[in-house]
C-alpha cells in the first residue's frame, strides 16, 4: 500500500490551501493518521492528528487555522489549511500509523508569500 499525498502549492499570506493523502489499498489496524511537516533546516514535526477514535490534536501554532479530516474507511486524511502564513512553508507529509508499521506519503511542497 502507498500513500499520495497532493495538494500543496504556492499561496499568498492570508489564503487557504486543502491538502489530501489517499492510500492505494486498505490498512488494517490504524490508529492515527497524521500531516507532519519539515521546513528547510527544520526537523519534522507533527502538525495535526486524528485517531482512530476521532479524537484531534494539533500543534499550538496551526489551532484555528488548520483542520485534519478523515473518510470512515480510513483511506484518506485532509488537512484544511486556512490563514497560511510565510512559516506555514514547508514540505508536509502524511503518516499513517498503523500496527506493526507506519506509512509515510511522499510529501507535498507548501510555500507561503508575504
Known amino acids: 500500500v502507498q500513500l499520495q499525498a497532493f495538494g500543496g502549492g504556492l499561496v499568498q499570506a492570508g489564503g487557504s490551501l486543502r491538502l489530501s493523502c489517499v492510500a492505494s489499498g486498505r490498512i488494517l489496524g490504524i490508529w492515527a493518521m497524521s500531516w507532519y511537516r519539515q521546513a528547510p533546516g527544520k526537523e519534522r514535526e507533527l502538525v495535526a492528528r486524528?485517531?482512530?477514535?476521532?479524537?484531534?490534536d494539533y500543534i499550538e501554532s496551526v489551532k484555528g487555522r488548520f483542520t485534519i479530516s478523515r473518510d470512515s474507511a480510513k483511506t484518506t486524511v485532509h488537512l484544511q489549511m486556512n490563514s497560511l502564513k510565510p512559516e506555514d512553508t514547508a514540505v508536509y507529509y502524511c503518516d499513517f500509523a498503523a500496527k506493526p508499521s507506519n506509512y509515510w506519503g511522499q510529501g507535498t511542497q507548501v510555500t507561503v508569500s508575504s
Open positions: 486524528i485517531t482512530a477514535g476521532g479524537s484531534l
